[in-house]
């Protein structure tokens, strides 16, 4: 069973949910889902953004998971900022989803630049009021933008889901965010595949019998932060959730790992962006090597 972490309102969440960006046909859907149920897993993470909702509510359907075992989080993309549209995105998402709420509602990205984060933070504040969010959250705010809101708002994001993975570890964000009982989700646990590579890690992976994604995503673990990590393979999908059971980590091992930390962020910069594309793989091969 994965172990899960009491969010700042009650509601639990499991430490590791299956990541679902790029998985867009029913049948693929189906079968990733499929494994994961069967590995345990009751997390999922989607957004409108990654146009899978509607793939990813037909698959739950199919899977007979009770609604109250799922833990779902969706997100509001940057062209939804502002309250109508918010609302408006909110019901298109639980319509394609099949679901009447979401586990976690989250603000994609902060997109400054719209100047509408806060008007769209105090939206999500209304919808969870309304019980159609369980909990409510934002992604890839940095401590500027957690301040607007921590004082505009009235209450306290449930969740910061920022890019985090060995080569990028926002240590200072980290920190505010544990300091205001906010969260912390790591997305793209793995540095989307680069980190497996890394050197410390697979002498560590050998010395606990455990792979490299393992002992990544039990670092993460171990210093408190969910994971999603995304696989299209039903045997990496289970590969992962073994991180839980692997021997803890020592004290050495995180160390190792919290060395690896570069600056090397892969996703856009959150203060810049809103609405362009941004293509992430050339920069995996820039922050990893591969
Ligand atoms: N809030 C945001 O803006 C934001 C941005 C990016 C991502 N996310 C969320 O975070 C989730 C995870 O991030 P991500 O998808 O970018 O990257 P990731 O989970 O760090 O890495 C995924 C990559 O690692 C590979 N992989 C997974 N498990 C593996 C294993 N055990 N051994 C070897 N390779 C393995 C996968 O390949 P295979 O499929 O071949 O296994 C895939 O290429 C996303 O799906 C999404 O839900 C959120």
Known sequence: VIPAITLNNGVEMPEIGLGTIGNRSDEKMLEIVRAAVDAGYRSFDTATRYDNERALGRAFDRCGIPRDELFVTTKVWNSDHGRTRTLRALDRSLQQLGLDYVD???????????????????????LYLSGRARAIGVASFGVSHLERILDGGSIVPAVNQIELHPRWQQKTLRAFNEQ??????????????????????????????ATPAQVILRWHMQQGRIVIPRSTSPSRIRENVGAVTIDPLDDGDLSAIDALDTHGRIGPDPDEWSEDDFDMRPRVSEVYGR
């Open 104 to 126: 976690l509602y989250l603000i994609h990205f902060p997109a400054p630049k719209l100047g509408l984060f806060l008007e769209t933070w105090l939206t999500l504040e209304d």
């Open 180 to 209: 205001h009982g906010i969260q912390v989700e790591s997305w793209s646990p793995l540095g989307m595949g680069g980190a497996l590579y890394e050197p410390v890690l697979a002498a560590i992976a050998t010395k606990h019998d």
